[in-house]
């Protein structure tokens, strides 16, 4: 009995192997597809052709559709990388894939470089069809200031304090009297924060003066 749930055990796991193989492997035609609707979505979008565009996603998703035409534009330069094509694919179920990659894109006023996007495919009456994606969010001078804000908000307040640091610094060491305070203030005009953060602790924090004369009888 033990013998024949185990022979029953791993023809079990053999089965599931095969299946989970088979919905995981992509036919050559499938990738040839596949990577003929990329290139023809790259293509579009260089050329402002909406119809192209929306030929290539699901008639199923219309409102996907309709943000890409009300977000697409003419006087895009777009650029796809998805290379090697088999690192960048993930089986998600039967006839769905996810395809990831990182694009270079360019308009008026703005320009962005090796972000990622990604684009679900779904197989439907043996063609691929788009059924979601994320790339038209990612274009236009709001997406390219929205980055920034965002690094701003962080960025930003430790920019501020460092200028305040420095500012703090060089008044300091213009009213300090001590030796190579030339030197010091012409480091902390050139080299600004580093110079600083080293004046701070060489002169500050030792209260670095100029000794007094000493004249000796």
Do not use: H
């Not at 043996?126 to 979601?132: A, K, L, R």
């Not at 902390?188 to 003066?209: D, G, M």
């Amino acid at each position: 009995m033990k013998k024949i749930f185990i022979i029953f055990f791993i023809a079990s796991l053999f089965f599931i192997g095969i299946n989970v193989f088979a919905q995981s492997a992509l036919s050559l035609t499938d990738k040839q597809q596949i990577t003929n609707n990329l290139a023809s979505l790259v293509q579009a979008i260089n050329a402002g052709d909406i119809q192209k565009i929306s030929a290539l996603i699901s008639p199923d998703n219309q409102t996907l559709q309709s943000d890409i035409q009300e977000r697409i534009r003419g006087g895009i330069g777009y650029q796809l990388d998805y290379s090697p094509f088999d690192k960048n694919v993930e089986i998600m179920g039967q006839d769905q894939v996810k395809i990831k990659a990182k694009f270079v894109a360019s308009g008026v006023g703005w320009n962005v470089s090796r972000l990622s996007t990604y684009f679900v495919f779904e197989k439907q009456n043996n063609q691929w069809f788009i059924t979601d994606t994320d790339f038209y969010k990612k274009l236009g001078a709001d997406y390219v200031f929205g980055i920034l804000g965002k690094v701003f908000i962080f960025v930003g307040p430790i920019l501020i304090l460092l200028f305040a640091f420095w500012l703090w610094m060089l008044i300091d060491c213009v009213k300090r009297e001590f030796d190579d305070k030339a030197l010091w203030i012409i480091l902390l005009i050139f080299l600004n924060s580093i110079a600083a953060i080293l004046y701070f602790f060489i002169v500050k924090r030792k209260n670095i003066t100029r000794k007094p004369l000493e004249f000796k009888m």
